[in-house]
């Protein structure tokens, strides 16, 4: 509970700030790479920790978004899941005498995209869907296992101009995540992150 109370403090004060400066938005082309933090809202066998990381968008359209995340914690790292398809790729061009370019075109497949609604100036509701995750699990000190998994959810971005060609992003999320195994609870978390757009 003191978690969401500082969150809701965080959420005042930011939207405070943003009264006070100029106008803001996403436009094609702009790229936001944000630090964040991620907490779960229930604990589930696979989602027990906090994770820290970094989330990056790249907006293909005004509105559109394409998503990358890596995060990390205790026992878990996150990463989008076209490094899979990357990997695939790379050992059937090695087989068909190809090269290893393919490997580096798998880092532009998203793990998901974003929708941003623009509500109030400098403000976001962004709804998203990602199902192109990857999670690695230390399921104890020899055995890790690796599992794609989704997750969907909403942020609220909040934008504060520094210049014409960069700003300031807070944004809180709420998220629902599965992986894809049929033995697995609808896990959900909920973050904070600060970064930039330029």
Request: charged share 20%.
């Amino acid at each position: 509970m003191k978690t969401i109370n500082k969150l809701k403090t965080n959420l005042l004060f930011i939207f405070l700030m943003l009264a006070l400066v100029g106008n803001a938005q996403l436009e094609e082309g702009k790229f936001n790479i944000s630090l964040s933090r991620k907490v779960p809202v229930n604990k589930t066998k696979l989602m027990r920790s906090n994770l820290v990381g970094l989330d990056a968008e790249y907006m293909v359209t005004d509105n559109v978004g394409l998503n990358y995340a890596m995060s990390g914690g205790e026992g878990v790292f996150h990463m989008p899941g076209g490094i899979v398809v990357g990997a695939a790729l790379l050992c059937v061009a090695a087989t068909a005498g190809g090269n290893a370019e393919m490997l580096l075109y798998s880092f532009a497949i998203p793990e998901g995209v974003t929708y941003n609604v623009k509500v109030l100036p400098y403000t976001y509701v962004s709804p998203y869907v990602n199902p192109l995750g990857l999670e690695v699990h230390r399921e104890t000190e020899e055995r890790w296992d690796y599992f794609l998994m989704g997750s969907a959810g909403a942020k609220l971005k909040m934008f504060i101009p520094v210049n014409d060609n960069f700003d300031v992003v807070f944004s809180t999320f709420y998220e629902a995540q599965l992986e894809y195994r049929s033995d697995q609870k609808l896990g959900v978390r909920a973050g904070l992150s600060c970064g930039i757009s330029f």
